[in-house]
Structures are given as structure tokens and as C-alpha cells.
């Protein structure tokens, strides 16, 4: 007897995989999540035929290379659910969902949701596709002292994001300097991405503002911050307007005052020789 164990359980198995099933399951094929929210993975369990009083009693959701399953729901006599932490298996009438409470990019992937029914079997595949936004970019200056003929080189530094994104640089009139640019990528424990850029300025070519501008793997843009940079060459001295007025009008007083004081001796020489001319008459 305990030989024949094996063969009809090979039997039962055979039967169940081959046994009419007059229903299927349909996912969207690819669901997109966001890190530290929640993601709901969700399947829809249709019949072939009409079935009004359709009953799912086992319902089984695991990711492709994990040898645990994720989560299942089953209402069978005797058995009972089975959650890992975080993953919960909700079951709506005919819809199956798989709740990831708390996304993170190591969920990232394809997943199988098997369902299991009074009318038969089925199962489908869904793929998660995890996202995070970058944190606002942080720019800082430095003096150069490796890329030659580099005065200054300006630092930028994003992180948190994924998949892979992008920084680049503009200056004041729009026009972008990206490709002079040396972009280092870092990834972190948490799967999630940190970009470093490095633009170095040459001497008598810069700008007085540049923009540090963080892109997703989309080539959509998440946030940008400037950078004002202080003028590296001494402006020739500038006169304030009131120092140069001051003895303009000083030097016009002392002008007047000498003209009117001759227009007063040339009047009194004037009168004295006529009085003299009128004595002598």
C-alpha cells in the first residue's frame, strides 16, 4: 500500500492539471507602486460560461524566485490563511488582490496570483514596477585642484529616487552644459539610487547662475535648484556720484564768487574814474 502512495498522488495531480476549468484569471500586466505606500496587486476571476454561483476557495499569490509563497486565502474546511508580514491576500466577490502594505524596491517584480475554484482552476501573471522620487537636489561649490584649467567645479547631489535618473546642468540663458559634466551613481541598501554630478568651471567662461536640475528614469523633471556664483574678477573702483559732485560744485562756487567780485572792483573803478573826470570839469 505504502508503494502505491506515490502513483496516486502522481494520478491526482495529473487529473487536477488537466481537469476542465471554466475559468480564468486576468491581471493588468504591469502595476506600478510607489516606496514606503501601499500597492495593491489585483486580478479579476472570469468564467467561460455562465457560472452565477461561482465559489473561490483558495486563492495563492507568489513572486517569481522566492520560494515562499507571498500570501494565501483559504477558506477551505480545516485549512487556514497564511500572510508574510507586510502582504495581505483580499478577496471582493470575484476579485483577488494581493495588499503590499508598505512598497519597497525589493518587491519589485513579476508575481502569480492561482486561484482555485468549485467550476476549476487558474492562475496569471502581473508585473510590479516600483518608483520613488527624488529628494530636492543640493548644489555647493568647490575650488579645483585636479581638472586642469578649472578655476571652481560645482557639486550636485540627489537622492532616494528610482529607478535610475538623471542630473543636468544650465546656466542662466537656458542652455544646458550637461555634457561637460561627470555624473557618479551610487546605489544604497534600500535598492533606492543617489547621483552625484561634478561641472567644472573654466577660467573667463563662466556664468553667474547655474540651475542643477534632477530628471526621473522617465525624463521627467522632479525638482532643480540654482547656484549664484560671486564674481571672481576685481571690478575697477567706481566713484560714488556724490564724491565727484561735491567739488564740481565746490570749484563753481569759488568760479562765481571770483567773477562777481570783479564785476564789483571793475563797477568801483568805474564810478572812481568818473568822479575823478567830473572834479577836473
Same mark, same amino acid.
Given at each position: 500500500?505504502?508503494?502505491?502512495?506515490?502513483?496516486?498522488?502522481?494520478?491526482?495531480?495529473?487529473?487536477?492539471?488537466?481537469?476542465?476549468?471554466?475559468?480564468?484569471?486576468?491581471?493588468?500586466?504591469?502595476?506600478?507602486? /510607489? #516606496?514606503?505606500?501601499?500597492?495593491?496587486? +489585483? &486580478?479579476? %476571476?472570469? @468564467?467561460?460560461?455562465? =457560472?452565477?454561483?461561482? *465559489?473561490?476557495?483558495?486563492?495563492?499569490?507568489?513572486?517569481?524566485?522566492?520560494?515562499?509563497?507571498?500570501?494565501?486565502?483559504?477558506?477551505?474546511?480545516?485549512?487556514?490563511?497564511?500572510?508574510?508580514?507586510?502582504?495581505?491576500?483580499?478577496?471582493?466577490?470575484?476579485?483577488?488582490?494581493?495588499?503590499?502594505?508598505?512598497? /519597497? #524596491?525589493?518587491?519589485?517584480?513579476?508575481? +502569480? &496570483?492561482? %486561484?482555485? @475554484?468549485?467550476?476549476? =482552476?487558474?492562475?496569471? *501573471?502581473?508585473?510590479?514596477?516600483?518608483?520613488?522620487?527624488?529628494?530636492?537636489?543640493?548644489?555647493?561649490?568647490?575650488?579645483?585642484?585636479?581638472?586642469?584649467?578649472?578655476?571652481?567645479?560645482?557639486?550636485?547631489?540627489?537622492?532616494?529616487?528610482?529607478?535610475?535618473?538623471?542630473?543636468?546642468?544650465?546656466?542662466?540663458?537656458?542652455?544646458?552644459?550637461?555634457?561637460?559634466?561627470?555624473?557618479? %551613481?551610487?546605489?544604497?541598501?534600500?535598492?533606492?539610487?543617489?547621483?552625484?554630478?561634478?561641472?567644472?568651471?573654466?577660467?573667463?567662461?563662466?556664468?553667474?547662475?547655474?540651475?542643477?536640475?534632477?530628471?526621473?528614469?522617465?525624463?521627467?523633471?522632479?525638482?532643480?535648484?540654482?547656484?549664484?556664483?560671486?564674481?571672481?574678477?576685481?571690478?575697477?573702483?567706481?566713484?560714488?556720484?556724490?564724491?565727484?559732485?561735491?567739488?564740481?560744485?565746490?570749484?563753481?562756487?569759488?568760479?562765481?564768487?571770483?567773477?562777481?567780485?570783479?564785476?564789483?572792483?571793475?563797477?568801483?573803478?568805474?564810478?572812481?574814474?568818473?568822479?575823478?573826470?567830473?572834479?577836473?570839469?
Amino acid at each position: 500500500m505504502a508503494s502505491r502512495a506515490p502513483l496516486f498522488f502522481l494520478v491526482i495531480c495529473f487529473c487536477l492539471g488537466h481537469a476542465k476549468s471554466f475559468i480564468e484569471v486576468v491581471c493588468d500586466k504591469t502595476i506600478t507602486g /510607489q #516606496v514606503n505606500l501601499q500597492s495593491m496587486l +489585483t &486580478c479579476q %476571476v472570469e @468564467t467561460t460560461q455562465e =457560472i452565477p454561483d461561482l *465559489t473561490i476557495t483558495l486563492v495563492v499569490w507568489k513572486k517569481q524566485g522566492d520560494d515562499q509563497f507571498m500570501s494565501v486565502l483559504d477558506k477551505r474546511d480545516g485549512k487556514g490563511n497564511k500572510f508574510q508580514p507586510g502582504y495581505k491576500v483580499t478577496l471582493n466577490d470575484r476579485t483577488v488582490s494581493l495588499v503590499i502594505t508598505d512598497t /519597497q #524596491v525589493k518587491d519589485e517584480g513579476v508575481y +502569480t &496570483c492561482h %486561484v482555485t @475554484t468549485d467550476s476549476g =482552476i487558474a492562475k496569471t *501573471t502581473t508585473n510590479l514596477k516600483v518608483t520613488a522620487r527624488y529628494n530636492a537636489p543640493i548644489v555647493d561649490s568647490i575650488d579645483e585642484e585636479i581638472v586642469r584649467n578649472a578655476y571652481k567645479s560645482l557639486i550636485c547631489k540627489a537622492t532616494g529616487g528610482y529607478p535610475k535618473g538623471k542630473l543636468r546642468w544650465f546656466d542662466e540663458h537656458k542652455m544646458e552644459w550637461t555634457a561637460s559634466a561627470e555624473l557618479t %551613481v551610487n546605489k544604497t541598501e534600500d535598492g533606492l539610487f543617489e547621483l552625484f554630478s561634478k561641472l567644472p568651471l573654466m577660467k573667463g567662461s563662466t556664468f553667474s547662475q547655474y540651475t542643477c536640475v534632477v530628471y526621473n528614469a522617465s525624463g521627467n523633471k522632479e525638482d532643480s535648484v540654482p547656484i549664484i556664483l560671486q564674481s571672481t574678477e576685481k571690478e575697477p573702483y567706481k566713484k560714488p556720484l556724490s564724491a565727484i559732485i561735491a567739488p564740481v560744485l565746490v570749484v563753481g562756487s569759488l568760479i562765481v564768487g571770483l567773477l562777481f567780485a570783479l564785476l564789483i572792483c571793475r563797477r568801483r573803478s568805474q564810478r572812481e574814474y568818473m568822479s575823478d573826470i567830473w572834479i577836473e570839469v
